[in-house]
């Protein structure tokens, strides 16, 4: 079993929607199980003139190889309704392979760390919901620093509107919480005010769990 980490990403046909469908298509995977699903977050797309992204991280624990995974993914991203039109297109559903254990995979359809990881709060903050904050990529960087770099700027991080107070209706990591906290911290000193916001509102959910 390895722990990977799936960035979900949506703007067309009720973002929301798509991406607790593809968290529900997670959790049937063969060989795999659902370990958590950050809050959903919303924000501008990186091209302009479409549609605001809503954008999730889940983390898996698996056995698949990485290739078989890849090709799961992107069955499920056909089951909802995937066109690949244009490269950066809107979409209903893009769900990308972020980190997969400590892997480095350098192949022509898989490439992981994912390629821009270090650029997207979109995807390092939902990330640091779920991965304890002193985790290092199998490239070595650290999410931490890569946290630092990247301020939490444009990003709205949903309510959520839930069954269970812990997080998406789904089992939630427990243990990197006290980790993320800490990650914050350090944070907050880089970058005063918005990052305070954020802070704010991830240990007011972290409680209630
Ligand atoms: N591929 C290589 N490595 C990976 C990986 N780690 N995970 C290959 C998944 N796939 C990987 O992907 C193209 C090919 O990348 C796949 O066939 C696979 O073999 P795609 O999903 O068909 O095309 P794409 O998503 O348009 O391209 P790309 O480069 O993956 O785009 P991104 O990085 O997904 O960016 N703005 C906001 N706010 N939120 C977003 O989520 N996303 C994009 C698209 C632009 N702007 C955005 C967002
Ligand atoms: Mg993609």
């Not at 063969?30 to 991280?57: E, H, I």
């Not at 799961?72 to 066109?83: K, W, Y």
């Not at 999410?143 to 709205?156: I, M, N, R, S, T």
């Not at 509107?161 to 914050?184: Q, T, W």
Request: with cysteine; hydrophobic share 40%.
């Amino acid at each position: 079993m390895e722990r990977i980490y799936i960035g979900m990403g949506s703007n067309l046909a009720d973002p929301a929607e798509q991406l607790r469908s593809a968290v529900e298509a997670l959790g049937q995977l063969p060989q795999t199980t659902l370990a958590g699903v950050s809050a959903f977050y919303q924000s501008d797309s990186l091209l302009p003139g479409q549609p605001r992204y809503t954008n999730a991280v889940a983390a898996l624990d698996s056995s698949l190889a990485p290739l078989q995974l890849l090709d799961a993914l992107q069955a499920i991203e056909n089951d909802q309704g995937r066109e690949r039109a244009e490269r950066w297109g809107p979409r209903t559903l893009d769900l990308d392979i972020l980190l997969f254990g400590d892997r480095l995979i350098d192949e022509p359809r898989l490439k992981v760390p994912h390629y821009q990881i270090q650029e997207r709060a979109f995807v390092l903050y939902p990330l640091a919901e779920l991965a304890p904050a002193d985790l290092r990529l199998a490239d070595g960087r650290c999410l931490k620093d890569l946290l630092l770099a990247c301020p939490f700027v444009g990003l709205e991080r949903l309510p959520q509107i839930d069954k269970d107070p812990c997080g998406s209706g789904l089992a939630r990591d427990g243990g990197p919480s006290v980790n993320i906290d800490v990650e914050f911290e350090v944070a907050i000193a880089g970058k005063p005010a918005l990052t305070m916001v954020y802070v704010a509102s991830l240990i007011c959910s972290i409680k209630t769990c």
